[in-house]
């Protein structure tokens, strides 16, 4: 059952626009999310987290937004790069649990083409 | 570099063999996470050490793997008689225990397993 979906596999945008990529939740339990990107044959990077009592986190060209009533998030990327092609991944965290595992979607494939 | 090493980074075996992979952690993080990818879906949790302890253990960890964390520092995850659904890319992970940061892991570069 997979409690955090990303329900676009891959997104095309070109340089200098807006990527958005979204994710939904479904457990109620989870107050702590995180974006991370992959590079091939490389292991997830950490890129951007926000906890459940904030609606925004900033960081350069990086914001990611939470709506708790809806269960959902998004990062947006401005202005996108071609380096900013990889292989995005959503997670969670329930903070109530101390056992700190995260749930991740199954990854939106974001390409920023020239 | 001070990042999440692991060893080696590639692996093809028999089924049947067993294997053992090492995860060197970001020194000072006490907790360790072992992570499962396979094509198309993201990291699935296995198994989770804050120090020498193992507190958690998924249900995707059959009898087959065990994981241990001797000294609270590398940890190793064997796998033994292995099969072809094993293939997939194993990920290391490591976080702080306390702090505003503490749920923010850190990833190696993954040991990608092939069962033939």
């Known amino acids: 059952d997979q409690q955090v979906k990303q329900n676009s596999p891959s997104l095309s945008v070109q340089e200098g626009r807006i990527s958005i990529l979204n994710c939904d939740y479904t457990n109620s339990m989870f107050d702590y999310f995180l974006w991370y990107k992959k590079y091939p044959a490389e292991g997830p990077t950490f890129l951007i987290s926000?906890?459940?009592?904030?609606d925004k986190n900033e960081d350069g060209r990086f914001t990611v937004f939470l709506n708790k009533s809806a269960k959902h998030l998004s990062l947006h990327i401005v202005p996108s790069q071609p380096g900013d092609s990889a292989v995005y991944f959503c997670a969670a965290a329930d903070r109530g649990s101390t056992l700190g595992r995260l749930y991740f979607g199954r990854g939106t494939q974001l390409t920023v083409w020239p | 570099d001070t990042g999440v090493s692991q060893n080696p980074r590639h692996k093809i075996t028999k089924r049947g063999q067993n294997v053992t992979f090492r995860c060197d952690p970001i020194s000072e993080h006490n907790r360790l996470y072992w992570y499962r990818q396979t094509l198309g879906q993201g990291p699935e949790f296995l198994t989770y050490?804050?120090?020498?302890?193992?507190?958690?253990k998924s249900r995707l960890l059959s009898d087959r793997f065990s994981a241990e964390r001797p000294k609270g520092s590398f940890s190793t995850l064997e796998i033994q008689r292995t099969e072809q659904g094993d293939s997939a890319m194993y990920l290391c992970?490591?976080?702080?225990?306390?702090?505003?940061?503490?749920?923010?892991?850190?990833f190696g570069p993954g040991t990608r397993l092939t069962v033939t």
């Open positions: 992970a490591s976080s702080k225990t306390s702090g505003r940061n503490s749920y923010e892991q850190y």
């Open positions: 926000i906890s459940s009592i904030k």
């Open positions: 050490f804050q120090n020498e302890a193992q507190l958690e």
